[in-house]
């Protein structure tokens, strides 16, 4: 293939950006995004604080418009992120116990439910559990709520949106470390009690304190074997030229090489798209020119 879509299309594969819907009249963002990518990820456009920030009173505004554009243009979109203790409303920070809970039940079934059909796959719960060696859920007052609410959220996900794919996602998980060690756990229980859960998505933000790991493609592969989908959610990897070049190749090449692995997404089109506040972790840059890193991506899709 001559594009990144169509190039990982030939692998039976997805490839994907997050998207920010305030850029879809830059023009040159959209065409980089029309021509590349054939998923799209709304970067904060359905996060909790956007969709429902007075209780009971949902927006999807700026969420439909990303949904709208995904759409016209052929492109399935990865719906991001239903239950997470971050990019809460303030109303939501300020319950606890069963009221919280109710809530958060309630807004997985409304915006799971305005969705209905139109998601390829949702990040049902992002980032539920702790850095570092503990192998622990992160404290935060959904996990305050009781050790089941991530099961909670996917059965009522499932429930909402029975088409879509489940995925519980998250970060530093990328390599076989305490913290994956937690989520393989987990998910291995989910699938021994039948808790809906259809992948993974292991984010893969990477810079020169956390590089790719070793043991990356053995990691995805130990999750595919738990029998569900991996998917590559978020990817960024901080530096430039040859170096960063080769990261990104080999982040594609683990994806090929691992059978569920089903797409790759990178988190923003050119650098200066990027959440990060200075750098050039992306394939494009700040002009939307082709980056050495883009250019070992499509090659590595392209079995090169
Ligand atoms: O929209 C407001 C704007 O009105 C206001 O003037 C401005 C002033 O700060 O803030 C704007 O909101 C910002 C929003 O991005 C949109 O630009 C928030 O402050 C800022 O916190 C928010 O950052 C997002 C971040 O998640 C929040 O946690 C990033 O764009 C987004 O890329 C980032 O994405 C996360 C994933 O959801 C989960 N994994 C990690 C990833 C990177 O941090």
Redesign the pocket.
Known sequence: GTTLATSAAEKGRYFGT?V?ANKLSDSTYVGILNREFNMVTP??EM?WDATEPSQGQFNYTSADRIVSHAQANGMRIRG??LA?H??QPGWAQNLSGSALRSAMVNHVTQVATHYRGKIHSWDVV??AFADGGSGARRDSNLQRTGNDWIEVAFRTARTADPGAKLCY?D?NTDGQNAKSNAVYAMVSDFKARGVPIDCVGF?S?FNSASPVPSDYQANLQRFANLGLDVQIT?LDIEGSGTAQATSYANVTKACLAVSRCTGISV??IRDTDS?RASGTPLLFDGNGNKKAAYTATLDALNGG
Do not use: D, I, R, V
């Open positions: 997050a920010a970067e904060n996060k991001h992120a997470w971050s990019q992002n980032e996602n970060y984010q933000h978020e988190w923003g959440w």
